[in-house]
């Protein structure tokens, strides 16, 4: 019985190797021990063999992904300070954390002074995504007119913002921060026109809509954008000081 059992064990892990599914191959001993213990069925047996390589496989394809995504650093929702920012809805948040508005191609939109938990919900939400299975992408402003200036360049622009369709969800951070010159303003338009209705967006800007045409140089191309982005979309306008500041500063100096 021994014999047999090592020789099963023998061909289990040969299998794994050749399904490139090596979990299997380390896990199958142990859960054979609980399977037999427990009574287990051979399809309950199967069933939990498989289910732990599907989860770790998910496991590492999230990590994967938010890797590829270029984040700038670890930012989850369950670690936003909603208490320093009242004005974010936390029902909503939480509802845009599932990604349903991926499937529906609506954008989200963060408005806010600096240091108000801009960037954390949206790489919180995009992190959310990641983990869904969906490809993120996500950059700054300034980088994404950078990148497209590049193919631009190499007369790959159409190339480019196919490709970039490919990704369900990107990040446009700190729009207004740098106001753009005519060529990287018409740049960033197509970036957004060619997801419209298409793919996501998540924007995030220091400055209200009504500002943004001093950083596009051109009132007509901010209204275009603006229409495109908002149509569908949600916006969500942040309140208060810095959090980044917080303790830093004398309360009597928050105005100055």
Do not use: C
């Not at 496991?59 to 938010?66: C, D, H, K, V």
């Not at 954390?120 to 007119?145: C, E, K, M, N, P």
């Not at 753009?180 to 740049?187: G, H, I, P, Y």
């Amino acid at each position: 019985m021994k014999a047999q059992a090592a020789g099963a064990g023998k061909d289990i892990e040969y299998y794994a190797r050749a399904l490139r599914a090596p979990r299997i191959g380390d896990g199958y001993r142990p859960l054979a021990d609980t399977a037999r213990e427990a009574g287990w069925t051979h399809e309950e047996y199967l069933a939990a063999v498989l289910s732990r390589e599907v989860a770790e496989r998910e496991a590492s394809g999230s990590a994967l992904r938010i890797k590829a995504a270029r984040f700038p650093g670890h930012k989850m929702l369950e670690d936003f300070n909603f208490e320093h920012q009242p004005a974010a809805d936390r029902s909503l948040i939480a509802h845009l954390g599932t990604g349903v508005f991926l499937e529906e191609a609506k954008n989200v939109v963060l408005l806010g002074p600096p240091g108000t938990g801009k960037t954390h919900l949206a790489v919180g939400i995009a992190t959310r995504a990641a983990q869904a299975g969906h490809r993120v992408l996500f950059d700054s402003a300034t980088g994404w007119v950078a990148r497209l200036a590049e193919a631009h360049a190499r007369g790959q622009l159409a190339a480019e913002l196919a490709k970039l369709r490919r990704y369900k969800l990107l990040v446009i951070d700190e729009v207004g921060y740098i106001p753009f010159d005519q060529d990287s303003a018409n740049l960033f338009f197509q970036l957004v026109a060619s997801r419209y209705e298409r793919a996501s967006l998540i924007l995030t800007s220091n400055l209200a809509f009504s500002r943004w045409a001093d950083v596009f140089g051109d009132a007509t191309i901010a209204s275009a954008m603006i229409d495109r982005i908002v149509r569908h979309a949600e916006v969500i306008n942040l309140t208060g000081n810095s959090y980044r500041l917080q303790g830093r500063i004398k309360p009597q100096n928050l105005a100055h």
